[in-house]
């Protein structure tokens, strides 16, 4: 049987390393075309060796350098266009979509744009583009296996979606569940990324402590399943075993449950529609779990989440801005520059100030987040 042919965009990141994992053990069923990475050149180094990709593309034209005097039989790119000319080679029977940030849409509808499948790990693809990006997925055939274990959760129970009333998003409350107001205003960064659950990059594991992560999944959920925001619900579940649900119109719910690994929603997309052993994660056991906690979200602790339905309802170019605004913010938290509760305020004030644009073209995507950047960066001076 012919191997499918497999690119990653963020080889070198938390994501695509573990889906890296994940195809080593099935090895017989892929082969790497392609792989994208940072400027981490130690790491890229081993993975070329490794997997033996046709094509690498890297950050810098430094790394580009060095790597092709290493490795002169594979096909070195550099920069945000040899992404794109790796995700529009019409050789790839999937793309891995890893990257976080705005980087990752261009290459998503690259990929798209060529019927190219894609296995997407990246939030900020649909939260800025999702009519554009979906519209355009519909109408070359293609389909987005979502990689986030929340909408891998909801991909898996639904049946027909025409019978779905309501998505339960699951979050596991991140490090300040039970902490103060006053305990979260002074958080460090050191604080803010010792997630209790799972192992994510920087910029995902502090939207996972103000819960903005969980603000853009709704936004991701209403694009990728066509459910409005009303019927979207997210519930604090500091377990993180169930990883999300389904509510039918007849009332029943269906949830998706397993130990926290990332390896399992991975596997999932690359293999889908078949299961298979692969990297089969350790087995779950419901007496070992003991209990299954809920609560609702205090969104008074957490006003990023209540920002992100706002902009998410508002539609346009709402999460656009929501979502730049909040990448500058948390870059900056991470830098030191400001506190961990600055950010919502940032966000809020730039929701506030953005001019509406109902259905932006993606030139306007892009002109309008790069607008806000500005922006933020200026108020955060």
């Known amino acids: 049987m ?8 963020g080889s070198t990141g938390s994501i695509g390393t573990q889906a890296l994992e994940v195809i080593e053990k099935i090895r017989d069923k892929f082969e790497i075309l392609a792989l994208a990475g940072g400027d981490n050149i130690e790491l890229i180094n081993k993975q070329i060796r490794q997997f033996k990709p046709k094509t690498v593309c890297v950050k810098s034209f430094e790394a580009k350098t060095r ?17 794109e000319e790796i995700c529009s080679n019409k050789e790839n029977d999937l793309i891995v979509i890893a990257v976080s940030g705005k980087i990752g849409l261009k290459p998503t509808l690259a990929a798209v744009k060529n019927k190219i499948n894609i296995a997407l790990a990246n939030k900020e693809t649909l939260v800025m583009a999702g009519e554009i990006v979906m519209k355009t997925a519909k109408e070359n055939g293609v389909n987005i296996l979502p990689i986030d274990s929340e909408h891998c959760a909801i991909h898996q129970c639904i049946k027909n979606i025409a019978n779905v009333e309501r998505l339960i998003i ?5 490090p300040f569940l039970n902490k103060s107001i006053d305990e979260i205003k002074n958080a460090t960064p050191e604080q803010t990324l010792a997630h209790p659950q799972w192992n994510m990059g920087k910029k995902i594991t502090v939207d996972s402590a103000t819960l903005m992560n969980k603000g853009l999944e709704v936004i991701e959920a209403h694009h990728l399943f066509g459910i409005s925001y009303e019927n979207i619900d997210v519930i604090i579940h500091p377990q993180s075993l169930v990883h999300s649900a389904i509510e039918y119109v007849d009332g029943s719910v269906i949830a998706q449950i397993g130990l926290p690994s990332m390896h399992i929603p991975i596997q999932y997309a690359l293999t889908y529609p078949e299961r298979i052993e692969g990297i089969k994660s350790k087995s779950f056991s ?13 969104l008074e602790k957490f006003p990023c989440l209540k920002l992100a339905y706002a902009a998410g309802e508002a539609g346009g170019i709402a999460p656009v801005c929501l979502n730049a605004a909040n990448e500058e913010a948390v870059f900056a938290f991470l830098q030191g520059k400001i506190k961990l509760y600055e950010i919502s305020q940032i966000v809020e004030k730039m929701l506030s100030q953005h001019t509406t644009v109902k259905s932006p073209s993606i030139e306007e995507v892009f002109e309008i987040d790069s607008e806000i950047r500005a922006k933020t960066i200026e108020l955060i001076r």
């Open 170 to 174: 699951t979050a596991s409350g991140g």
């Open 67 to 83: 790597l092709e005097k290493e490795f002169p039989d594979v096909k070195l790119l550099g920069g945000d266009e040899g992404l």
């Open 2 to 9: 012919k191997k499918k042919q497999i690119s990653i965009i």
């Open 286 to 298: 419901f007496l070992d779990a003991k209990r299954f906690d809920f609560e609702q979200p205090d």
